[in-house]
């Protein structure tokens, strides 16, 4: 956080003590410097106070954009990510690009030895924080008590048009199809219990947007729930979007907050809302 005005590469000659001014140059070169989540590269931009600057650290396979993956953070036992929108979390294709893929190959640079595993998952087309254990110990503490360890799972979503009640609490029973098509049963009990809270941040006379918490995570959750409250998220064509402005589907996990099962120490790790999203929306 910014507490008084100064250029950028002051501001982070400042705070960066570990690092060469020319290391420091060199992340601004390279777009790894966000002020309030835009990247910024030049050396005397302006800051002012109570603006956030973040160092992000990327690894790049390629040249497309799905294949560049944020690092949020990184230690001995997880690394955690911000997915981009198309990528799909793993895959059983050898062939085929996956966050899982990605992350390997570069945990193997240092280690040919070393392996992540997967702990959770983000559909291929929901962006945001995606968790991957550096070792099965963890892997399985973390799964076998999913529930209990995470305390919040956020999420922001674009959805069509303007919701009626501006804030609520959805609970349902969710069951699948043969066609993969998830949907909530009429009978209580009937499926999988699945819980949504949601609270409208801003909206225009088309969208809205949602911040949403989860009680549970069941696959197409927040979908299912948006659809069957009358307002699909946007590009969800799957389940009943009827526009697509974002040219992708407008949801992305922005929060995941939960206690270390050996540790016990509370970790939170936090996206911002991608800037498609407020400039659609007009934040």
């Not at 197409?220 to 009827?242: C, F, P, W």
């Not at 050996?262 to 929306?281: D, G, R, S, Y």
């Amino acid at each position: 956080m910014v507490t008084e005005c100064s250029g950028l590469l002051d501001f982070l000659t400042l705070k960066l003590t570990n690092q060469s001014r020319n290391n420091i140059k060199s992340l601004l070169t390279h777009r790894q410097v966000n002020v309030d989540g835009r990247v910024v590269t030049q050396h005397d931009f302006p800051l002012k106070e109570e603006q956030t600057v973040r160092i992000v650290r990327s690894v790049i396979r390629g040249q497309k954009e799905k294949d560049v993956l944020q690092i949020l953070y990184e230690d001995a036992d997880l690394i955690v990510i911000n997915k981009p929108a198309g990528l799909l979390a793993i895959t059983d294709n050898k062939n085929g690009v996956s966050a899982y893929h990605l992350l390997t190959d570069y945990v193997r640079r240092a280690n040919p030895k070393a392996r992540i595993f997967i702990v959770h998952r983000l559909d291929r087309d929901t962006s945001g924080v995606l968790m991957f254990a550096k070792n099965e110990k963890l892997k399985l503490a973390l799964q076998d008590n999913w529930g209990g360890l995470v305390t919040q799972r956020g999420y922001v979503a674009i959805v069509e048009g303007r919701l009626k009640e501006k804030s609520g609490r959805i609970r349902s029973w969710l069951k699948e199809t043969k066609t993969l098509l998830v949907y909530s049963s009429p009978k209580v009990g009937d499926g999988l219990e699945a819980i949504t809270n949601y609270q409208v941040i801003n909206e225009t006379q088309d969208y809205s947007l949602l911040n949403i918490q989860l009680e549970t995570g069941r696959k197409n959750q927040i979908r299912v729930h948006m659809k069957e409250l009358g307002h699909s998220v946007v590009g969800d064509t799957k389940y009943g979007a009827r526009t697509n402005p974002l040219k992708r589907l407008g949801l992305h996990a922005h929060k995941l907050e939960f206690r270390h099962p050996f540790a016990n120490q509370l970790l939170c790790f936090e996206t911002e809302v991608p800037e498609n999203f407020k400039a659609l929306i007009k934040l």
